[in-house]
């Protein structure tokens, strides 16, 4: 028997497709990425998940402007300084989502900006100055030789002024040379391209671990050797040693994908609390990185402080519901089980409530997990035409059962295509009547 939640969830009237099992729909709730997005690639293009993709947008950001302000002035001045001379305030960064990525990089690009038209400021101001001693030239030939020498006197000393008004540089963003730290391939790749485009010296690690715990794990061990590296490098000008020496014992930085191999190596003379890592949010995060980082469980020695600075907000967008129903409605098919996959915990219960699984009295899903998830035992399961419900990562999981007691269908293990892909794959191989 049908779990009366999901034949709410299939009661919206049938469209005019024709019953097929060949191609499920499968709908992501998030923004479609630009030019290509990796989840609409792999889907279209996996031969053992016939699924047809369809992107419903669910959040809407907006970037704190004092919030960038702030990082901006920082990124000028020598907060990230790699100079032993300059009191550096922060020796990395943590972005762990595209949007903070994208609040970084307005920041960066503002500054690029900048320093473009300062550049071609300093080129008129000299054209203007150029001009302005030929006209002076010209008078001065018919006036007194004091007079004259009075005037060029006083424009000597205007055009230093102006000099050195325009040529007080700042920081470099080519110079900066710092660790960025990031979870998941999307998030990756997106500061990647901004690396590679403006901070040729700044490293991207923690792609591989997937999610904010074992990212946490892995900065323990790897941020206190990669700013003795720098250092070294610093130090002797040669950027690419793999291994230091110091002190008799060997630091190295490479670390294998997965693990969370930790550097124990005590130097005198470095056993100082390293500058703290500035973490880039929005305002509904986790607390696992800072928690774990920060724990009073590790030996003060090892712990390492983090600063968060919430770079922008997030708001379910008006529409959502409303186009989340008409989607399900669009995509419903006969016979045709269909996938909803989650990226975020904001709108999980607009999207609860538009599936009808939603009691408004208790605030918590009605239909059991037995139902959601159990195995099918003919056609009139099938009939209603399935939702099921997956999840990116952990962080969405553990927010849809504590605030509304339920349970996904699948969670990702690592947040990506084909982590969704291959969870949803294992989910309907387990299952009868599923297409696979």
Known sequence: MTSPARAQAG?????????????????????????TDTYEIYFASHPSL??????????????????????????????FSSSPNLNKKYGGLILTSQRAVEAFGSVIEGIVVRDRKGGEQQKDIKGNVAEKEEEEEEEEEEEEEEEEEE???????????????????????????IPFYTVGPATSRALCRLRDSYLPQCT??????????????????????????????NNNNNNDDREIEHDGESITGEYQDGDAQRTTTHLENHTK??????????EQRRDIIPNTLMSPKLPSEERIPVEEMVVYETSVMETFAADFAATLARTQKQGTA?????????????????????DEGTGKVEVKTKD????????????????????IGPTTRD??????GFVVDVCADTPSPEGVGEGIKEFMRSRRGLGL
């Not at 049938?14 to 709730?29: E, F, K, Q």
């Not at 699924?51 to 959040?59: D, H, K, R």
């Not at 004092?66 to 901006?72: E, I, R, V, Y």
């Open 273 to 282: 609390t390293p500058p703290p890592l500035l973490f880039l949010v929005g």
């Open 50 to 79: 016939p699924f047809t993709a369809t992107f419903v947008p669910v959040l809407q950001h907006s970037f704190s402007r004092s919030a960038l302000q702030t990082l901006h002035s920082l990124l000028l001045s020598s907060a």
């Open 338 to 358: 269909r996938w909803v996959v989650v990226f975020s915990p904001t709108g999980c219960e607009a999207m609860l409530k538009v599936l009808g699984w939603l």
């Open 204 to 233: 991207v690690d923690g792609a591989h671990t997937g999610n904010g715990e074992k990212l946490a794990e892995f900065i323990l061990g790897h941020y206190s050797s990669a700013l003795l590296r720098r250092q070294h490098n």
């Open 399 to 404: 927010y849809l059962e504590r605030e509304f």
């Open 11 to 35: 009661a919206v009237p049938p469209t005019s497709s024709s019953p097929s099992i060949d191609s499920l729909p499968i709908l992501l709730l998030k923004t479609r990425s630009t030019p």
């Open 372 to 391: 959601r998830g159990g195995i099918y035992s003919g056609e009139e399961e099938r009939q209603q035409g399935e939702v099921f419900v997956a999840c």
């Open 151 to 177: 005037e060029e006197e006083e424009e000597e000393e205007e055009e230093e002024n102006e000099q050195e008004t325009y040529n007080v540089a700042a920081p470099s963003l080519a110079d900066l040379n």
